[in-house]
């Protein structure tokens, strides 16, 4: 089983509609939560973090279950331009040092 | 620049041929990482070095993989013998915090993409 598990999707839907991911983990010991956006072809950039209180920005809300061990991620009022993969990470502090573990991404797409 | 900076952007290889990938990230930032993005797959964790050390390549795939940064800055990824498993996206991160002080945000470089034909 992967260390973190997502959906690969692909999600196609109409702009203006919420659409909603989830993420599975599987190390209990896991400390610190992101999703990433990818754009086709380029580099992964930090979309926003991940807290057990669930925190919002703009049309995009992150939720964490420490307990069920997964994170969702919600886009209400979809954009064209919010086309792109959604990878989900994972951090542990093993013996002093990060490991950041990515999830395989879901891919999503956004027709007009 | 101001961003991570990677080098060559495209390689194509001959299978057992050595290949180095040359890495330079943010100025002043402390941690820095290696992964490997096949396509249609999330990046994998190859090596992470704080400064000059390198205290985890537990991702290395094969001994054929091989990392440094010697002077706390540039870091090379070779690869000796390459085989055609080998081809993929290998993206560099950086970031400023060290150990332990892990905000999340890794500022990736644009990666170098590996066939091997």
């Known amino acids: 089983r992967k260390e973190v598990e997502q959906d690969p999707g692909p999600f196609n839907v109409p702009e203006g509609a919420t659409v909603a991911f989830n993420c599975t983990y599987s190390n209990s010991a896991s400390q610190s939560f992101f999703w990433y956006r990818q754009d086709c072809r380029k580099e992964p950039k930090l979309l926003m973090s991940?807290?057990?209180s669930g925190n919002e920005d703009g049309r995009f809300t992150a939720q964490l279950n420490r307990a069920s061990q997964y994170i969702s991620l919600l886009i209400r009022d979809s954009k064209l331009s919010d086309s792109a993969t959604y990878l989900c990470v994972v951090t542990s502090l093993i013996q002093g040092a990060q490991k950041l573990v990515f999830g395989q991404g879901t891919r999503l797409t956004i027709n007009p | 620049g101001a961003g991570v900076s990677q080098s060559p952007r495209y390689k194509v290889a001959k299978r057992g041929q050595d290949v180095a990938l040359r890495c330079d990230p943010i100025?002043?930032?402390?941690?820095l990482f290696w992964y490997q993005q096949a396509l249609g797959q999330g990046p994998e964790f190859l090596t992470y070095f704080q400064n000059e050390a390198q205290l985890d390549k537990s991702g290395l795939p094969s001994d054929r993989f091989f990392a440094e940064r010697p002077e706390g800055s540039v870091s090379t990824l070779k690869i000796q013998r390459t085989q055609q498993e080998d081809s993929a996206v290998y993206l560099c991160?950086?970031?400023?915090?060290?150990?332990?002080?892990?905000?999340?945000?890794?500022?990736f470089g644009e990666g170098s993409r590996l066939t091997v034909l």
């Open positions: 991160a950086s970031s400023l915090a060290g150990r332990g002080l892990f905000t999340g945000e890794l500022f």
């Open positions: 991940v807290y057990s």
């Open positions: 100025s002043g930032h402390v941690s």
